[in-house]
């Protein structure tokens, strides 16, 4: 036998597995990267989006890209690195969903040396740390705008000292990107769910419709309302107004006294905090569009000293609200509980909502426990009467201390109770009314709208809702319902699951040792 040639031959046999071995990794590697699937092994399907946005999602009738212009830097403060990397998990997700038309996520760094991108002269975008959601016939929508602000110089006595990482927080805090915020360690603030789902497949869902028609929301004027072109940081109705903006509906202001009859394009009015009578004229127009056109009417009324004693309750809307099975007193709610208000602000908290209701209005404030900012207000109580042509519901109260002061200017602060007049609390802020459906066609109301009906002005004025993550929540869903998209209001939050390791450096260097052996 010759040994050589055996010696040699084994040592070709080894080479040629190995060859072979190596091919078939980089084969079987080359295929599966050809593969484009997933499979969520984490439990209740965490990295997977909801069936409720699934659902939302099939409505889509253009393809939406998602453009990041964040910068990905490990300086940044971190909770934007937490917030960059749960987005990054909810993109790829929406990217890999089975949708009618794609979603393609874009992440671009504009401060990258100037190269043809196609995305940022298509959408005309050059300003960087910008997340935005963009569509051919829709043009471009900013979800998110983060400010690299650095800290506040600790010296200066003219201003309170924020950190980077503060300022950061209160920006993806004012984003509603993250809700069931609770303080850890050291008074920090750290966010228990994440709303980006909720927050991108809205914003997905409004830019993907082409806008065949021009909507409108009119804010009502002649009798000193509030504006949506007042900045005031009090109680201008700004932030309301950039609230309905994003949704792809306009904003205009309406005088009932010098029309005739509504625009085509209205879909909503919105009379918030007026202090003057409102005319038959006036009245009749509004009654003909909720009652003939499908028209929503969001009525915030503030208690009004000089009105109270008037023979024209409720500014002279009583009989309008009659209609629809509201009742708003003029009356004041008190409350002598100081744990019921803010320490600083002085704003009052409304948290109490119906056990029983599941109203899409107030069901994710209700399950999150979100309280509601606002000052003085009245009560507004939804009145059920058997065969009647519109279905009413209480769905905010003030607090079981509080009563509703009836003729509330004569009477001494503090006030007694007055039992024969007063109303016992809880008290309603809030009540809605919608045509109930087997009785609607019988009275002629098949095309009425939806009523709102609010006891403040202020719980949707510029100061409530930058300062109240309830308050943004709740005109978010107002302004959806008023535009006849219930389905908007259902996606849930994902739970975030937090963890921490703490070990010394020597334990950090035999973690670092062990992993690089493997």
Same mark, same amino acid.
């Given at each position: 036998?010759?040994?050589?040639?055996?010696?040699?031959?084994?040592?070709?046999?080894?080479?040629?597995?190995?060859t072979?071995?190596?091919?078939?990794?980089?084969?079987?590697?080359?295929?599966?990267?050809?593969?484009?699937?997933?499979i969520d092994?984490?439990?209740?399907k965490?990295?997977?989006l909801?069936?409720?946005?699934?659902?939302?999602l099939?409505?889509?009738e253009?393809?939406?890209?998602?453009?990041i212009?964040?910068?990905?830097?490990?300086?940044?403060?971190?909770?934007?690195?937490?917030?960059m990397?749960?987005?990054?998990?909810?993109?790829?997700?929406?990217?890999?969903?089975?949708?009618p038309?794609?979603?393609?996520?874009?992440?671009i760094?504009?401060?990258?040396?100037?190269?043809?991108?196609?995305?940022?002269?298509?959408?005309?975008?050059?300003?960087?740390?910008?997340?935005?959601?963009?569509?051919?016939?829709?043009?471009?929508?900013?979800?998110?705008?983060?400010?690299?602000?650095?800290?506040?110089?600790?010296?200066?006595?003219?201003?309170?000292?924020?950190?980077?990482?503060s300022?950061?927080?209160?920006?993806i805090?004012?984003?509603?990107?993250?809700?069931?915020w609770?303080?850890?360690?050291?008074?920090?603030l750290?966010?228990?769910?994440?709303r980006?789902?909720?927050?991108?497949?809205?914003?997905?869902?409004d830019?993907?419709?082409?806008?065949?028609?021009?909507?409108?929301? /009119? !804010?009502v $004027?002649g009798?000193?309302? =509030? &504006?949506?072109?007042d900045?005031?940081?009090?109680?201008? +109705?700004?932030?309301?107004?950039?609230?309905?903006?994003?949704?792809?509906?306009?904003?205009?202001?309406?005088?009932?006294?010098?029309?005739?009859?509504?625009?085509?394009?209205?879909?909503?009015?919105?009379?918030?905090g007026?202090?003057?009578?409102?005319?038959?004229?006036?009245?009749?127009?509004?009654?003909?569009?909720?009652?003939?056109?499908?028209?929503?009417?969001?009525?915030?009324?503030?208690?009004?000293?000089?009105?109270?004693?008037?023979?024209?309750?409720?500014?002279?809307l009583?009989?309008?609200?009659?209609?629809?099975?509201?009742?708003?007193h003029?009356?004041?709610?008190?409350?002598?509980?100081?744990?019921n208000?803010?320490?600083f602000?002085?704003? /009052? !908290?409304l $948290?109490?909502?119906?056990? =029983? &209701?599941?109203?899409?209005?107030?069901k994710?404030?209700? +399950?999150?426990?979100?309280?509601?900012?606002?000052?003085?207000?009245?009560?507004?109580?939804?009145?059920?009467?058997?065969?009647?042509?519109?279905?009413?519901?209480?769905?905010?109260?003030s607090?079981?201390?509080?009563?509703?002061?009836?003729?509330?200017?004569?009477?001494?602060?503090?006030?007694?109770?007055n039992?024969?007049?007063?109303?016992?609390?809880?008290?309603?802020?809030?009540?809605?009314?919608?045509?109930?459906?087997?009785?609607?066609?019988?009275?002629?109301?098949?095309?009425?709208?939806?009523?709102?009906?609010?006891?403040?002005?202020?719980?949707?004025?510029?100061?409530?809702?930058?300062s109240?993550?309830?308050?943004?929540?709740?005109?978010?869903?107002?302004?959806?319902w008023?535009d006849?998209?219930?389905?908007?209001?259902?996606?849930?939050?994902?739970?975030?699951?937090?963890?921490?390791?703490?070990?010394?450096?020597?334990?950090?260097?035999?973690?670092?040792?062990?992993?690089?052996?493997?």
């Amino acid at each position: 036998m010759d040994f050589k040639h055996a010696k040699r031959n084994r040592r070709l046999d080894i080479w040629a597995v190995v060859t072979l071995l190596v091919t078939f990794s980089l084969g079987l590697n080359f295929l599966v990267s050809q593969i484009d699937h997933q499979i969520d092994l984490t439990p209740g399907k965490k990295m997977s989006l909801s069936r409720e946005s699934l659902a939302l999602l099939n409505q889509m009738e253009q393809k939406v890209d998602l453009v990041i212009t964040i910068p990905e830097d490990s300086g940044m403060p971190k909770i934007m690195q937490r917030f960059m990397h749960d987005l990054e998990l909810l993109t790829d997700a929406l990217e890999r969903a089975d949708t009618p038309f794609p979603i393609r996520v874009h992440r671009i760094n504009v401060y990258a040396p100037k190269k043809k991108n196609d995305i940022l002269n298509k959408y005309k975008i050059s300003e960087p740390n910008l997340f935005i959601a963009a569509s051919p016939q829709n043009g471009v929508r900013v979800i998110f705008r983060y400010k690299n602000e650095k800290s506040v110089n600790p010296y200066n006595n003219s201003q309170a000292f924020r950190s980077a990482e503060s300022l950061a927080r209160q920006a993806i805090w004012e984003a509603g990107f993250y809700s069931d915020w609770k303080e850890i360690k050291d008074g920090i603030l750290e966010p228990g769910k994440f709303r980006g789902e909720e927050t991108l497949v809205k914003s997905i869902l409004d830019i993907s419709v082409p806008s065949q028609t021009n909507k409108t929301i /009119y !804010f009502v $004027r002649g009798h000193g309302e =509030a &504006s949506p072109a007042d900045t005031d940081p009090r109680a201008g +109705n700004s932030l309301m107004r950039g609230l309905i903006e994003d949704r792809n509906i306009g904003v205009a202001t309406l005088d009932l006294g010098t029309i005739e009859r509504m625009p085509d394009d209205a879909i909503g009015l919105i009379i918030s905090g007026p202090k003057a009578i409102f005319q038959d004229k006036e009245i009749a127009m509004i009654r003909n569009f909720i009652n003939r056109e499908k028209g929503s009417l969001l009525l915030a009324l503030d208690p009004v000293d000089e009105i109270s004693i008037t023979d024209r309750p409720a500014l002279g809307l009583r009989p309008l609200l009659k209609e629809w099975g509201v009742r708003c007193h003029d009356m004041l709610i008190y409350d002598p509980k100081r744990e019921n208000f803010d320490l600083f602000s002085g704003s /009052y !908290f409304l $948290r109490t909502y119906q056990s =029983a &209701s599941s109203h899409p209005l107030v069901k994710n404030l209700m +399950n999150e426990g979100f309280s509601i900012l606002t000052d003085r207000c009245r009560p507004v109580e939804a009145e059920k009467k058997a065969g009647s042509a519109f279905i009413g519901e209480e769905l905010l109260f003030s607090s079981r201390d509080s009563w509703a002061l009836s003729s509330w200017t004569e009477r001494n602060m503090p006030p007694d109770k007055n039992p024969l007049l007063d109303l016992v609390g809880p008290v309603p802020v809030l009540s809605i009314s919608v045509p109930n459906p087997t009785k609607a066609a019988k009275e002629g109301l098949t095309s009425a709208g939806k009523l709102i009906v609010l006891g403040s002005s202020k719980i949707l004025s510029n100061e409530k809702l930058r300062s109240g993550a309830g308050n943004q929540a709740l005109a978010r869903n107002i302004i959806y319902w008023m535009d006849q998209k219930d389905e908007m209001l259902e996606v849930p939050p994902r739970i975030l699951q937090s963890y921490s390791i703490t070990m010394s450096d020597d334990a950090f260097d035999k973690v670092i040792y062990y992993f690089a052996s493997i």
